[in-house]
C-alpha cells in the first residue's frame, strides 16, 4: 500500500522566513504533485514533478523531486502572509493506476 | 482553463434523507473522482469513475453510490445519509494516462442533522 507521509504537519513560522516541507513516500514513482487549500476552499494545483530530479518554481515556492530517496520538497523563501494555507502533496501509484494518493497534509500560518 | 462545478456550495439535509451531490466538468477528462475531507484524515478517496458507466469503489464507499451516465457529470448518492456523513466533498477530474494533476471542485460542505 502506498503510504505518502509530510512534515512537519503544522508549521507557523514568522514573515521573511525560508522553510521546507517534506514529503515521503513509500513506494517507486516519478510522478508527484502539490497542492495549495485556503481554509473553507478547495484544492489548486500549485506543481506537476514528473521525473528524477524535476525543480519547479513559482514565486516564493520551489518544489523538487527526488525519486530515489522517495521525497519531494517545497521550499518557501522570504514567506509573506499570503502563503498561509495548508500544502498537499500526492503520488501517482504507478502507471494504469489513474488515482492519487494524497499525503495528510501541511498547515502553514505565516505570523507578520 | 479546466473548470469542475459542484451543484451545492453548503447542503443541509435530515438523517434518513437521500441525498445528490453533483459534479460537472468542462474538459472532457475521461477520470471522475468524489472525495470526502474531514479535520485530521486528509482527503479519502470514496468512488472514482475512468469512463460513463463504469466506476471502481475507494477507499471508504460505504453508504455511498455513484452514477455517471455523462462523460461530463459524475454524481455522489447518499442512500440514507447518517449524521456521521457530514462532511466537505470534493469532486476532481483529471486526463487518463497519468502525469497529470486532478482538478478539483469548489466543494460542497454537507451536514446531516
Known amino acids: 500500500e502506498l503510504k505518502v507521509e509530510q512534515n512537519p504537519l503544522f508549521l507557523s513560522m514568522q514573515e521573511g522566513k525560508n522553510y521546507t516541507i517534506y514529503c515521503n513516500y513509500s513506494t517507486t514513482s516519478d510522478r508527484l504533485y502539490w497542492y495549495r487549500q485556503d481554509p473553507g476552499k478547495s484544492l489548486e494545483s500549485l506543481f506537476v514533478?514528473?521525473?528524477?530530479?524535476a525543480v519547479k518554481q513559482e514565486g516564493r515556492l520551489m518544489a523538487s523531486l527526488d525519486t530515489k530517496a522517495r521525497l519531494s520538497t517545497l521550499h518557501i523563501t522570504a514567506a509573506v502572509h499570503d502563503l498561509s494555507a495548508t500544502y498537499f502533496c500526492?503520488?501517482?501509484?504507478?502507471?494504469?493506476?489513474?488515482?492519487?494518493?494524497f499525503g495528510t497534509g501541511t498547515r502553514l500560518t505565516i505570523i507578520p | 482553463d479546466v473548470k469542475v462545478t459542484q451543484s451545492s456550495r453548503y447542503l443541509v439535509k435530515r438523517t434518513g434523507e437521500k441525498v445528490f451531490l453533483e459534479c460537472v466538468q468542462d474538459?472532457?477528462?475521461?477520470?471522475m473522482f468524489w472525495y470526502r475531507q474531514d479535520p485530521g484524515l486528509g482527503l479519502r478517496l470514496i468512488y472514482f469513475s475512468y469512463d460513463v458507466k463504469m466506476k471502481e469503489k475507494g477507499d471508504i464507499p460505504e453508504g455511498y453510490s455513484v452514477s455517471r451516465e455523462k462523460k461530463e457529470r459524475f454524481s455522489l448518492i447518499l442512500e440514507s445519509a447518517s449524521t456521521n456523513q457530514t462532511s466537505m466533498y470534493l469532486c476532481?477530474?483529471?486526463?487518463?494516462?497519468?502525469?497529470?494533476?486532478?482538478?478539483f471542485g469548489p466543494g460542497t460542505r454537507l451536514t446531516v442533522t
Open positions: 476532481a477530474s483529471r486526463v487518463a494516462g497519468g502525469q497529470y494533476e486532478q482538478y
Open positions: 500526492a503520488v501517482d501509484k504507478d502507471f494504469g493506476n489513474e488515482k492519487l494518493t
Open positions: 514533478l514528473l521525473s528524477n530530479g
Open positions: 474538459m472532457d477528462h475521461e477520470n
